[in-house]
């Protein structure tokens, strides 16, 4: 008859609880699989984004600095500027009070006589021509009227020749405001030496202004080479 | 008759298996799925805070940079104001030497037109 009836029971319970065992331990696996694949899923897309996220706000942070960097150089720079300026403003106002002055001073006669005097010696000397016209300020004429025979001696002297013919210009006068001083025309008008006291003035202060600038803003101690 | 109802009990608990295990595969795919969500959340979360740090330098820059205007301009009028004092304690002094040179005219012949 081979197994009894409970043999064939038990058997079969055997064989249900293999089965219902196996199912269970398969059904471990998936879950812990499970849970493997989920941490590993999770981590991969976070580390993904972060890694975007923080490089996004790192370019963010940089352009901040930048930012600053280039408000704080912007600022030197104005400064910078605006100083610069102040010291020209300072060096422009200093020649403006030399021509006041200088233009009281001509207003004392003896010594604005020899002045002129002298201005229109150095003229001729430089120019050389046998024919020149002077011209002056409405208010000197005179004076350079009266001078004039002087100078021609002195000229023909130094140069031990040379006749020379001067004409006072009674047409065209400088500016009534101006310094003084007077503008020389030879060659008909086409050659012109200007002598005024402006361009004495401005010939020299631009002369000194290396001095100029160190008295009023001390010596420059970026500056390497001074000859 | 034994037998027929020993191997349906077993076609039973290979059924009941099988759905056993097809339940936890769908449960597996479904918790795959949710590291997307859960993924999502934890990044928004990482990205406020990371916001936050950002906003809080912006603001910083953004108060130092009016603090920085005024302390340049600040500094700069003080250096403007110490030239005056030099123009001024200086100006006679070359005042006087520029109106020198100017009187001091010498009107001399050129060299080679000299005896």
Same mark, same amino acid.
């Given at each position: 008859? %081979?197994?009894? +009836?409970?043999?064939v029971a038990k058997q079969i319970q055997h064989m249900i609880a293999f089965i219902q065992q196996e199912a269970a331990e398969k059904v471990?696996?998936?879950?812990?699989?499970?849970? +493997?694949?989920?941490?590993?899923?999770?981590?991969?897309?976070?580390?993904?984004?972060?890694?975007?996220?923080?490089?996004?706000?790192?370019?963010?942070?940089?352009?901040? +600095?930048?930012?600053?960097?280039?408000?704080?150089?912007?600022?030197?720079?104005?400064?910078?500027?605006?100083?610069? =300026?102040?010291?020209?403003?300072?060096?422009?106002?200093?020649?403006?009070?030399?021509?006041?002055?200088?233009?009281?001073?001509?207003?004392?006669?003896?010594?604005?006589?020899?002045?002129?005097?002298?201005?229109?010696?150095? %003229?001729?000397?430089?120019?050389?021509?046998?024919?020149?016209?002077?011209?002056?300020?409405?208010?000197?004429?005179?004076?350079?009227?009266?001078?004039? &025979?002087?100078?021609?001696?002195?000229?023909?002297?130094?140069?031990?020749?040379?006749?020379?013919?001067?004409?006072?210009?009674?047409?065209?006068?400088?500016?009534?405001?101006?310094?003084? %001083?007077?503008?020389?025309?030879?060659?008909? %008008? =086409?050659?012109?030496?200007?002598?005024?006291?402006?361009?004495?003035?401005?010939?020299?202060?631009?002369?000194?202004? &290396?001095?100029?600038?160190?008295?009023?803003?001390?010596?420059?101690?970026?500056?390497?080479?001074?000859? | 008759?034994?037998?027929?109802?020993?191997?349906?009990?077993?076609?039973?608990?290979? @059924? !009941?298996? *099988?759905?056993?295990? /097809?339940?936890?595969? !769908?449960?597996? #795919? @479904?918790?795959?799925?949710?590291?997307?969500? /859960?993924? !999502?959340?934890?990044? /928004?979360?990482? $990205?406020?805070?990371?916001?936050?740090?950002? @906003?809080?330098?912006?603001?910083?820059?953004?108060? #130092?940079?009016?603090?920085?205007? /005024?302390?340049?301009?600040?500094?700069? *009028?003080?250096?403007?104001?110490?030239?005056?004092?030099?123009?001024?304690?200086? $100006?006679?002094?070359?005042? *006087?030497?520029?109106?020198?040179?100017?009187?001091?005219? @010498?009107?001399?012949?050129?060299?080679?037109?000299?005896?």
């Amino acid at each position: 008859m %081979g197994l009894s +009836e409970t043999d064939v029971a038990k058997q079969i319970q055997h064989m249900i609880a293999f089965i219902q065992q196996e199912a269970a331990e398969k059904v471990e696996e998936i879950e812990a699989k499970a849970e +493997e694949e989920f941490n590993i899923e999770k981590s991969r897309l976070v580390s993904q984004q972060r890694v975007k996220i923080i490089e996004y706000y790192n370019k963010k942070e940089k352009q901040i +600095e930048l930012q600053r960097k280039i408000q704080h150089s912007n600022l030197a720079n104005a400064s910078r500027l605006s100083i610069l =300026k102040a010291r020209d403003d300072y060096v422009q106002a200093l020649k403006e009070e030399a021509r006041k002055q200088l233009t009281i001073l001509t207003q004392d006669r003896s010594k604005y006589q020899t002045i002129l005097a002298n201005l229109i010696a150095q %003229g001729l000397f430089l120019l050389m021509e046998k024919e020149v016209t002077l011209r002056c300020r409405r208010n000197d004429f005179h004076l350079v009227q009266q001078l004039t &025979p002087d100078i021609i001696q002195r000229y023909k002297q130094e140069l031990k020749q040379n006749d020379i013919k001067i004409t006072v210009d009674d047409k065209n006068y400088i500016a009534d405001d101006s310094a003084g %001083g007077i503008e020389l025309y030879a060659m008909g %008008g =086409k050659i012109k030496v200007s002598n005024t006291i402006e361009a004495r003035l401005s010939m020299i202060f631009n002369q000194i202004l &290396p001095e100029i600038r160190e008295k009023l803003f001390g010596i420059n101690q970026n500056r390497k080479y001074h000859d | 008759m034994l037998q027929s109802r020993g191997v349906s009990d077993l076609l039973a608990a290979e @059924k !009941k298996a *099988q759905e056993l295990i /097809e339940e936890a595969r !769908k449960r597996k #795919n @479904k918790r795959i799925k949710d590291a997307q969500s /859960e993924a !999502k959340a934890e990044i /928004e979360h990482f $990205k406020a805070d990371r916001e936050r740090q950002y @906003k809080i330098l912006e603001q910083q820059q953004l108060g #130092n940079r009016t603090q920085m205007t /005024e302390q340049s301009s600040k500094e700069t *009028q003080i250096q403007i104001g110490a030239l005056k004092s030099q123009y001024e304690s200086n $100006k006679q002094q070359l005042l *006087q030497r520029i109106i020198t040179l100017v009187c001091d005219i @010498k009107p001399e012949a050129h060299m080679n037109a000299r005896f």
